[in-house]
């Protein structure tokens, strides 16, 4: 499995420009990451400046792989949840570039995503995903267990309704 380097990322120079070409590049591919094709640069850029900035609150962890100084895949663990719901982390916008998928990247993110989660005390991972051409088969490969499937959940990128599959996955040592 080739070696991707992982780390979280933090608003500086260029890691933006990288994480919203990823976005328009996945919104333009299909992705369902909650966003209509075609996506401006500027609302890309909108979207990472919002995260990275609930980033450095400490409310979530957005990591990013590298293959060499390229920016190539993304995923966020979003950590402020409700008051009640402290055992909990939600996975969210997984992304690979297209020249990346199938190479191990996608799996190596949710790793530490998953390692990251239990250093803060979680107990419990939970993510959806697009039920027409969404990641189901990579999430229950990596143990996921499927809660169920909401129909008509979303719109897809180009249009046209998707329904969105629930997952969840118990961490680290359960309370």
């Given at each position: 499995?080739?070696h991707?380097?992982?780390?979280p990322?933090a608003d500086?120079?260029?890691?933006?420009?990288?994480l919203?070409e990823?976005?328009?590049?996945?919104?333009a591919?299909?992705?369902?990451?909650?966003?209509?094709?075609?996506?401006?640069?500027?609302?890309a850029d909108?979207?990472?400046?919002?995260?990275l900035?609930?980033?450095?609150?400490?409310?979530r962890?957005?990591?990013?792989?590298?293959?060499?100084n390229?920016?190539?895949a993304?995923?966020t663990?979003l950590?402020k949840?409700?008051?009640?719901?402290?055992?909990?982390?939600?996975?969210?916008?997984?992304?690979?570039?297209?020249?990346?998928?199938?190479?191990?990247?996608a799996?190596a993110l949710?790793?530490a995503?998953?390692q990251l989660?239990?250093?803060?005390?979680?107990?419990l991972?939970?993510?959806?995903?697009?039920?027409e051409d969404g990641a189901?088969p990579?999430?229950?490969?990596?143990?996921f267990q499927?809660?169920?499937?909401?129909?008509?959940y979303?719109?897809?990128p180009?249009?046209?309704?998707t329904?969105?599959?629930?997952?969840?996955?118990?961490?680290?040592?359960?309370?």
């Open positions: 499995m080739p991707f380097a992982i780390k990322l500086e120079p260029g890691i933006r420009d990288a919203s990823l976005l328009i590049e996945t919104v591919s299909g992705g369902s990451v909650s966003f209509m094709h075609p996506l401006s640069p500027d609302d909108t979207f990472w400046q919002d995260s900035g609930a980033a450095a609150r400490g409310e962890i957005v990591l990013g792989a590298f293959d060499g390229d920016l190539v993304t995923v663990l950590l949840l409700p008051p009640n719901q402290p055992p909990r982390a939600e996975i969210a916008k997984m992304m690979t570039r297209l020249t990346h998928r199938n190479r191990g990247v799996t949710l790793r995503a998953e989660a239990i250093a803060h005390g979680r107990t991972l939970v993510l959806d995903t697009a039920e189901a990579l999430y229950e490969k990596m143990g499927l809660s169920g499937l909401i129909p008509d979303a719109l897809k180009h249009g046209g309704l329904g969105t599959l629930i997952y969840w996955k118990r961490i680290g040592a359960a309370t």
